[in-house]
């Protein structure tokens, strides 16, 4: 299977503008992947649950964004949650160096 930097990098960075979006004031900043992929599937053609997973766990893996799994009832399949970092939010301020790994408007 062929990956598409292009696309992973513009996924990545969307994912990062919707957490940030999702800090404002008042509001701890979590949100489902589920809910990420409600926001981003109409503007991002063809976007799998999977393909987000796997841009939200890089991102935590960078340092850009944290997760954590909940279940509603210890039966249910965990959630995963995720909520941009203090780092992640300095990349999109562009207060720090550009990743290669992330769509970014001064490359």
């Known amino acids: 299977m062929r990956i598409d930097t292009a696309r992973a990098k513009e996924l990545r960075r969307r994912v990062l503008q919707a957490l940030n979006a999702a800090a404002g004031p ?3 900043g979590w949100l489902s992947v589920a809910s990420l992929f409600s926001v981003l599937r109409p503007e991002t053609d063809g976007l ?3 393909e987000l997973a796997r841009a939200v766990k890089y991102l935590a893996e960078k340092g850009y964004a944290e997760t954590r ?3 509603e ?3 249910d399949r965990p959630e995963i949650d995720a909520r941009i970092t ?3 939010t300095d990349l999109l301020e562009e207060t720090i160096p550009p990743d290669p790994g992330v769509e970014d408007e001064r490359e």
């Open 26 to 28: 008042g509001y701890d």
């Open 48 to 50: 799998t649950l999977g």
């Open 69 to 71: 799994e909940r279940r």
């Open 73 to 75: 009832r210890k039966w």
């Open 86 to 88: 203090a780092t992640g």
